[in-house]
């Protein structure tokens, strides 16, 4: 019953907690930056909703891709800090920021090109591993995390870009968010976060559908051949 | 599917995804004012969906894999602690600690099994999958190792019981123990500790069950000990998880009962006749017993 040992084990064990701790705080700093870059692209990406910003997606894209350069210099800082192989011990701390990010670059990638991002693009995007072996990666589930928050953001750029009088968008996201959908439906969920975000999603497909429907219904999406002149008639 | 995309495609518009289509599905789509929604293998979001799908699915399938071990781990240290308990029923005590040690190394081979499936893994992804059955094996550890008179079980000694070296058994009839590779379990220091604070739990019903059984020393014995472990409990600046909060209060009655049995030992010990004294104990005890069946 020596205590020396006793007492021993509790101080190594203290020192655990101390070390962690530092370990801890600095990960926040990490994330702290990432996340405040983060509004800065969705502050800069949310002027495709404006009515001028829906003619002038390509340029806002273009800023929006050069301000990633940060988010994959703060990216590399966080994974510098990180112990190997314990990507999941911290994981709570970034995964509300990887999952916004995620969904940053999607949105980005959308507006670009009308494709959904895949996992390489947006490690690519980030600065990050794509696989969890070789490093610092985006976990899956917060990956679709992200693209769930993608497919809520569409269903109000549908109902926007209506607004600003741009019809054949809706026609493209229903579209969209509807093979998303179909992907998702692929997936054997369990009962969790992801599943809850999940059952959110046939609200947004639902909302775009109603937008497609008001405009066809007026005629105000016609097929894409006479496009043009419809549309000089309706204005 | 169908039904609720019909109308989107009456327009024959171009979506996104039918750009990246051949020419000649181009000219078919359009000839089709009405057409089923593209949920075939083709289309690239489909297509990243069932990579998306394995991945999942194997993630989840180790899972349970894990939980599924991790609960007969669990099932299996308990019965090594029960056995441990029958110390004070007369049986000798070398005899009953062998049978526990021998209890302790087939749990080890179940820890294996999980350190296999854990290999080339992150622990911690699947930590909430094996902690339970971990802390229970590390109770059970330090309880056969205190009660061997070795006091309290470091973390190295317990890490150095789960690094399992590769196997080359030449008999694969046997279907649950092939040749594997060595591997380790890396125990979470805070893992090893929960399991300690869970081990006073079984500390104050020995010192319980020992004053029935007539043993007037160890319940100093094991007061003196657990002082020194809730006193390094204490020591922690770091509140750390609630899980480990939650069982400092635990380990906190559990050393007040402990006390006042001392406490009553020493005022009434010497003015009741034994068997008394037990009756007093074993009163006291009835209530931890029943809420531990629970537990």
Sequence with gaps: ???????????????????????????????????????????????????????????????????????????????????????????DHWRFANQRCVFLAAFLVYLESDKLITREEAAELLGVKERREDGFHIDLDDFLMGLLQLANELS??????????????????ANFVAELDAGFRLLNLKNDALRKRFDGLKYDVKKIEEVVYDVTIRGLNPPPAQKPEAQAEEQ | MAARSGHLYRGGFHGGHHKRNSGKDRVSHQKISRREPKVDENSPIIASFRTYQALMDRKNDKYERLVKISRDVTIQSKRAIFHIHRINSGVDKTTVLKEADEKLIAVREKLCQIALELQGEDLYQYIRAISPGLQEYIEAVAFHHYCLGNGLVSLTQVQSDLEFPAT??????????????????????????????????????LCITSVSSGDMDL???????????????????????????????????????????????QVRGLEIPKHMLADVFSSADSEDTGRNDIT
């Design chain 1, 1 to 91: 019953m020596a205590s020396a040992p006793t007492q021993e084990t509790f101080s190594n064990f203290q020192q655990y907690l101390t070390k962690d701790q530092d370990i801890r705080e600095e990960i926040r700093v990490s994330v702290r930056e990432i996340e405040q870059t983060a509004r800065e692209i969705l502050t800069a990406l949310q002027g495709v909703h404006q009515p001028s910003g829906c003619k002038d997606t390509v340029s806002i894209c273009k800023r929006s891709r050069e301000m990633f350069a940060n988010i994959r210099r703060q990216y590399n800082e966080l994974a510098a800090k990180l112990p190997a192989e314990q990507y999941y011990r911290f994981h």
């Design chain 1, 156 to 173: 109000r750029l549908a109902v926007n870009s209506v607004t600003a009088g741009d019809y054949s968008r809706p026609t493209k996201i």
């Design chain 2, 168 to 205: 080359e058994k030449p008999s694969t009839e046997d279907g649950d123990c092939p040749s594997h590779p060595a591997v380790t379990l890396y125990v979470p220091p805070v893992e090893y500790m929960l399991g300690l604070a869970d081990f006073t739990g079984e500390l104050m019903r």
């Design chain 2, 219 to 265: 319940p100093f014995q094991l007061c003196q000990f657990m002082r020194e472990v809730y006193h390094g409990f204490s020591s922690f600046s770091y509140a750390g998880s609630w899980e480990l909060s939650r069982k400092m209060h635990t380990l906190r009655q559990s050393l007040h009962k402990v006390e006042n049995a001392c406490y009553t030992l």
